[in-house]
Nanobody, 121 residues
C-alpha cells in the first residue's frame, strides 16, 4: 500500500507561482511512476505531468503546462513537487497526486486526496 498526501494549494493571482508537494509513504519502493492530475469543475480529470522513477526521472507534461510547470522529486524525503509558474485562471482545479506501483502480483495505482488551486484574474 502507498499513501499520498498533497499540500501547497491555495489562492494566487494570475501570473503568480505555487509549489505543490506530495509526500508518499508505505511501500514507496514499489513506485514506478509519480504524476500530477487536475480536475476543474465540470471537466474530466486530466494529466498535468508525470515522472518515471528509475528511468533517469524522465518527465512528460501536458501541452497546456509545458514551459510553466515542473515536476521534481526529493528521493530522500519521498516527496514529489509540482512547481507552477505563470499561473493562469484556467489552471484553477483540484490537483491530485497519483502513483503507480509495481508488485510481483501486478500493478496498482493510488491517488491522493487532492488540493485546491485557485488562480484569480
Amino acid at each position: 500500500q502507498v499513501q499520498l498526501v498533497e499540500s501547497g494549494g491555495g489562492l494566487v493571482q494570475a501570473g503568480g507561482s505555487l509549489r505543490l508537494s506530495c509526500t508518499a509513504s508505505g511501500s514507496i519502493f514499489s513506485i514506478s511512476v509519480l504524476a500530477w492530475y487536475r480536475q476543474a469543475p465540470g471537466k474530466q480529470r486530466e494529466l498535468v505531468g508525470k515522472i518515471a522513477i528509475g528511468s533517469g526521472d524522465s518527465t512528460n507534461y501536458a501541452d497546456s503546462v509545458k514551459g510553466r510547470f515542473t515536476i521534481s522529486r526529493d528521493n530522500a524525503k519521498s516527496v514529489v513537487y509540482l512547481q507552477m509558474n505563470s499561473l493562469k485562471p484556467e489552471d484553477t482545479a483540484v490537483y491530485y497526486c497519483y502513483a503507480v506501483s509495481e508488485y510481483r502480483s501486478g500493478i496498482t495505482d493510488y491517488w491522493g486526496q487532492g488540493t485546491q488551486v485557485t488562480v484569480s484574474s
